[in-house]
């Protein structure tokens, strides 16, 4: 199935519209996540773009439902420095012009540290710490503590004990 068709499918299923009115959706949401040259991407397969591209498509995708939260699974798992930017830059617009939430899941600190507001730590799971983003690297003054194992860890589904 072809980008533009998996945009217009993705519109259809959540707005319930006409395929004339998830058309121009689709090229409203490539043009959003700052796509150049729509119709060529339009008739592409996903295997025929780039994994910058991929991405904004992705981000397009989840918008068609025209969401309140953006959950983004490390949505910079690019491995070039330039595409990462050019993805967060895109979904910071987003955000701001459409007001919307972000859950922002990922690895790297220093990028959650410098784009996030506030900063759960979990692990198997659960909550184990908090802090406002813009502390995430401040040393404490006493050593950190090691983190106490909780027996229900061990048993939980994926978790090594």
């Known amino acids: 199935m072809g980008v533009g068709d998996q945009l217009?499918?993705?519109f259809r299923l959540h707005a319930k519209g006409s395929r004339k009115a998830a058309r121009a959706e689709a090229l409203a949401m490539r043009d959003a996540v700052s796509i150049t040259?729509?119709?060529?991407?339009?008739?592409?397969?996903?295997?025929?773009?780039s994994g910058g591209m991929g991405q904004r498509i992705m981000i397009a995708m989840m918008l068609?439902?025209?969401p309140d939260i953006l959950n983004a699974d490390e949505p910079t798992g690019a491995p070039?420095?330039?595409?990462?930017?050019?993805?967060?830059?895109?979904m910071e617009g987003l955000l701001r012009d459409r007001g919307m939430g972000l859950i922002f899941i990922s690895h790297d600190l220093n990028?959650?540290?410098?784009?996030c507001d506030?900063?759960?730590?979990?692990?198997?799971?659960r909550l184990v710490e908090t802090c406002a983003g813009n502390k995430l690297h401040e040393a404490p003054t006493d050593r950190l503590a090691v983190l106490d194992r909780d027996a229900a860890?061990?048993?939980?589904?994926g978790v090594l004990s």
């Not at 070039?80 to 895109?90: F, G």
């Not at 990028?111 to 784009?115: E, G, I, N, P, Q």
């Not at 860890?153 to 589904?157: D, F, G, K, Q």
């Open 8 to 10: 217009i499918e993705a």
């Open 37 to 49: 040259d729509p119709e060529r991407v339009r008739r592409a397969y996903p295997h025929e773009v």
């Open 64 to 66: 068609t439902s025209d």
């Open 80 to 90: 070039e420095v330039s595409v990462r930017r050019q993805v967060l830059t895109i």
């Open 111 to 115: 990028l959650v540290a410098a784009s």
């Open 118 to 125: 506030r900063v759960l730590i979990m692990y198997a799971g």
């Open 153 to 157: 860890w061990a048993e939980a589904p």
